[in-house]
């Protein structure tokens, strides 16, 4: 069956540096992937997406990068800032079909 | 304002006791979907909608019915409720381009207690 892993349950960074979380999947081959944040008790929101054919997306401080061979997806926030603390999901989707989101990694940027 | 609108906030309610949690989007599209959400689960779509009379099942549809009379609503119907479906629930929708649904829209959530 299909699987989606996010690298923690939780990661801890200092203000400043390149807070980096992964997301790998198995038995899929997903035509696109998402990255959405989530705030306690509010609804996730959208942030990037890359297609199987990009290898890197970049917007603002925020990059993605999509490895199908090694069926990994990684994201990166630069700078980060305790504003950027909130728990992130990837989501996979192929054509039409619905789309099967991680656990999510909460993220802790410490100042 | 372009958005998801999701009623109630938060919902209490006994066992069996029926409930409709609604959906509605301003924004033209025709992709919707409900998600709830439990702690080490992550969130699991329950039903989908293609389109107007067009719903298909998720992961975790069970009690659960769903339905898509008009392009802007999709009423998440519990006909009766179990203490396990006690979660917060999610709607969603995006646009139809190409091959790919694009990005999801959120609705701010339904917090339900099934006691």
């Known amino acids: 069956s299909q699987k989606i892993e996010q690298n923690s349950e939780a990661l801890n960074i200092q203000e400043g540096k390149t807070a980096t979380l992964t997301c790998n999947y198995t038995?899929?081959?997903?035509?696109?992937l998402q990255w959405y944040r989530q705030d306690p008790g509010r609804g996730p929101v959208f942030l990037l997406l890359i297609r199987e054919n990009e290898k890197e997306k970049r917007k603002e401080r925020l990059k993605v990068t999509f490895d199908t061979t090694l069926k990994q997806s990684l994201f990166h926030i630069t700078a980060s800032q305790p504003a950027d603390s909130a728990t992130y999901l990837c989501?996979?989707?192929?054509?039409?079909?619905?789309?099967?989101f991680g656990t999510g990694t909460k993220l802790q940027v410490i100042p | 304002e372009a958005q998801v609108t999701q009623n109630p906030r938060y919902l209490i309610t006994v066992t069996g006791k029926k409930l409709t949690v609604t959906c509605s989007q301003n924004?033209?599209?025709?992709?919707m979907s409900w998600y709830r959400q439990d702690p080490g689960l992550g969130l699991r779509q329950i039903y989908y909608?293609?389109?107007?009379?067009?719903?298909d099942k998720g992961d975790v549809p069970e009690g659960y019915k769903v339905s898509r009379k008009e392009k802007r609503n999709f009423p998440l119907i519990l006909e009766s409720p179990s203490p396990n479906q006690t979660s917060l629930y999610f709607c969603?929708?995006?646009?139809?381009?190409?091959?790919?649904?694009?990005?999801?829209?959120f609705g701010s959530g339904t917090q339900l207690s099934v006691l």
């Open positions: 989501a996979l989707q192929r054509g039409y079909q619905k789309v099967t």
């Open positions: 924004m033209n599209h025709e992709y």
């Open positions: 038995n899929y081959s997903p035509a696109y």
């Open positions: 909608s293609m389109n107007v009379e067009v719903t």
């Open positions: 969603a929708s995006s646009i139809r381009q190409g091959a790919t649904n694009e990005k999801l829209f």
